[in-house]
């Protein structure tokens, strides 16, 4: 596994950046890009891929890499086949950091990214276009999950942990307090409740097709 965020590589096993759709600008600076880590299917597999970024994974999202595989996943009505099928047959990152292994003890470097799961919304659309302005927190990824009714998020609160951390806290320790008052901001300005194990920090986040996931444009 390479550990070195300040060269991490795109994700080589499904295509390269020069076959990007969205490529990042002259000016982008990738180096100092936040890095987290990658795994190949299945969820068993704890040990990571490669060290990527968001543009990376963006374009992995908006790719046909995992097109059928979602297709295919929406289609099956039984829950435990659809677990199974997940569990299987999707590719998956930790957007809070580089791992050694998906553990949280674990971690080699945080990211500064927190990744909230929103499940079974009752208006994907609406909430997607919600928190993508939303007025507090810049939306750095957001996109659809592999089942179509909920929602991916993705954030950075480093500027929180600089303004209110306390003295010698780390950014996973910090990312525990500061999910509880997203949590609670979340659900009082959208009425909509957050998976709680995203407070995790080795929280898996599968990684499904969507044409129409958003990332930030000043990312690139």
């Known amino acids: 596994m390479n550990t070195d965020i300040s060269n991490a590589p795109a994700m080589y096993f499904w ?3 020069n076959n990007y759709a969205v490529k990042p600008s002259p000016s982008c600076d990738l180096k100092n890009m936040p890095a987290f ?9 704890k040990y990571p891929y490669q060290v990527v970024n968001l ?6 999202i908006i790719s046909d890499y995992a097109k059928d595989h979602t297709r295919e996943y929406r ?9 199974q099928f997940k569990a299987d047959k999707f590719d998956y990152c930790t957007f809070s950091g580089i791992f050694s292994i998906r553990a949280d003890k674990a971690i080699i470097q945080h990211s500064g990214y927190i990744c909230l799961d929103f499940d079974h919304l009752k208006d994907v659309e609406a909430t997607f276009r919600q928190l993508k302005e939303d ?4 939306t750095l990824l957001l ?5 179509g009714d909920g929602l991916k998020w993705v954030i950075s609160f480093t500027d929180s942990y600089f303004r209110y951390g306390n003295d010698g806290e780390s950014l996973g320790e910090y ?7 997203l949590y609670n901001y979340i659900f ?10 995203c407070r995790n920090l080795s929280r898996a986040c599968f990684l499904p097709h969507d044409p129409d996931a958003f990332l930030n444009p000043s990312l690139l």
């Open 15 to 17: 295509g390269t950046p």
């Open 37 to 45: 880590s990658i795994f190949r299917r299945p969820i068993s597999n």
């Open 55 to 60: 543009i990376d994974v963006f374009n992995y």
């Open 75 to 83: 289609g099956i009505k039984i829950d435990k086949y659809r677990r």
């Open 135 to 138: 007025q507090y927190f810049d």
């Open 143 to 147: 996109f659809r999950s592999p089942s």
């Open 175 to 181: 990312q525990e307090r500061f999910f509880i008052s």
């Open 188 to 197: 009082n300005h959208y009425d909509v409740e957050v998976d709680k194990h």
